[in-house]
Antibody, heavy 119, light 106 residues
Framework: QVQLQESGPGLVKPSETLSLTCTVSGDSINSYYWSWIRQPPGKGLEWIGFIYYSGSTIFNPSLKSRVTISVDRSKNQFSLKMSAVIAADTAVYYC?????????????WGRGTLVTVSS | SYELAQPPSVSVSPGQTATLPCSGDRLGEKSACWYQHNPGQSPVLVIYHDTKRPSGIPERFSGSKSGNTATLTISGTQPMDEADYYCQTWDSDTGVFGPGTKVTVL
């Protein structure tokens, strides 16, 4: 069974950089696409971006200028960095595995980690 | 930017059928999937590629699409099905989620 676990600071100051890591177990990161998705309090889900194990990435255009996603194949992990955060970036951040069948879908998700942007 | 529309809430009695629509421009040309989400837990994929059910998902969950509206149907709804349900598709290489429908089992 594939399992994903998010980790990282739960509190980030405004204008600083949010950094999260997703550790994948039960599957090699050397296949599929790996994604970050977030949910602000009381709101719906928002897709952030994808990374393929080779390092190729696709981002949500609304966040593209502030987001970096990288992969560490030796640790079976992938990471998210979001720069210049503001209060509106406060959200539960999920990592997920992406697959394709005439369209992308996410078949395994982490439990999510709450990141609060506040001074 | 592309948007999907879902009703904010649906109420259903135990054992009855819940019908959750999701509409969007040209959705008929795209693939839709559905997630069940309980607060504090991981979202769970219940339908992908419009009608396919992942292994381990009960048969009472089914998906369909007509025109530009995708529909998730929960037949014989159980109290454990009370959750938020999100539809999702792709447009111009961007993942798009609907706003979600809260299913209440009364």
């Amino acid at each position: 069974q594939v399992q994903l676990q998010e980790s990282g600071p739960g509190l980030v100051k405004p204008s600083e950089t949010l950094s999260l890591t997703c550790t994948v177990s039960g599957d090699s990161i050397n296949s599929y696409y790996w994604s970050w998705i977030r949910q602000p309090p009381g709101k719906g889900l928002e897709w952030i971006g994808f990374i393929y194990y080779s390092g190729s990435t696709i981002f949500n255009p609304s966040l593209k200028s502030r987001v970096t996603i990288s992969v560490d194949r030796s640790k079976n992990q992938f990471s998210l960095k979001m720069s210049a955060v503001i209060a509106a970036d406060t959200a539960v951040y999920y990592c997920a595995r992406g697959r394709y069948s005439s369209g992308w879908y996410f078949d395994f998700w982490g439990r999510g980690t709450l990141v609060t942007v506040s001074s | 930017s592309y948007e999907l529309a879902q009703p904010p809430s649906v109420s259903v009695s135990p054992g009855q059928t819940a019908t959750l629509p999701c509409s969007g421009d040209r959705l008929g040309e795209k693939s839709a999937c559905w997630y069940q989400h309980n607060p504090g837990q991981s979202p769970v994929l219940v339908i992908y590629h419009d009608t396919k059910r992942p292994s381990g998902i009960p048969e009472r969950f089914s998906g369909s699409k007509s025109g530009n509206t995708a529909t998730l149907t929960i037949s014989g709804t159980q109290p454990m099905d009370e959750a938020d349900y999100y539809c999702q598709t792709w447009d111009s290489d961007t993942g798009v989620f609907g706003p979600g429908t809260k299913v209440t089992v009364l």
